[in-house]
């Protein structure tokens, strides 16, 4: 899996719209980089829009409750949608809510998620309790997984260096995207143990 582009309005700290393209330069063709600010600039409000638009929550707000508190305070709507890619293939996962009439003082209305195919614009799923569960199964990563593996949110990247080796090594493999090359392994240890036999 790789983010490709992340869009967002009104998200925690980070009133109004925002935009961060990870093709186009600077961040573009790097392969890594870093989120770096001083405390309340904004850096986990980035990491929760990437969670909320593709799972639905993120680490600091985990269940649907505290989510509420996702929304910019004095707003009446905010979103939060990423482009990624997998294998090739391209996917829109969306996150929005809104307080009744937009109003920032009116009422939570239910969150709404979609998962789309990029290229056709074919929605994929269209509900909260569907879109986290398509995107685990084209990506490889549930919730819990892409959290320890892939934001490593402050705190977790311990836990991430606790877990056992060999959760760690699939981890690790779903985020490269070199899950090919342990087939390739098992392959190769057959062929060589039929030959010898």
Partial sequence: MKIL????????????????????????????FIITGP???????????????????????????ELEQLMTHQTG????????????KRYRSRYERFRARKNPNG???????????DET??????????????????????????SRSIMLAQGDFRAFLEASEDERASLLEKMTGTEIYTDI?????????AERE
Avoid: W
């Fill in 5 to 32: 582009k992340l869009s967002f309005k009104n998200i925690n700290s980070l009133k109004g719209t925002f935009q961060i393209d990870f093709e186009e330069p600077p961040l573009g063709g790097s392969g890594l």
């Fill in 39 to 65: 405390t309340g600039s904004g850096k986990t409000s980035v990491l929760d829009a990437i969670c909320a638009a593709l799972y639905g929550k993120t680490p600091r707000l985990p269940n649907k409750k």
């Fill in 77 to 88: 709507e905010c979103h939060s949608e990423v482009l990624f890619s997998v294998n090739g």
């Fill in 107 to 117: 009422k939570f209305q239910p969150p709404k998620m979609e998962l789309a195919d």
């Fill in 121 to 146: 614009g074919k929605i994929l799923a269209d509900k909260l309790s569907t879109t986290p569960l398509a995107v685990a199964a084209i990506t490889g990563l549930d919730y819990a997984r892409f």
């Fill in 185 to 193: 392994s098992k392959l190769v240890f057959d062929r060589e143990k």
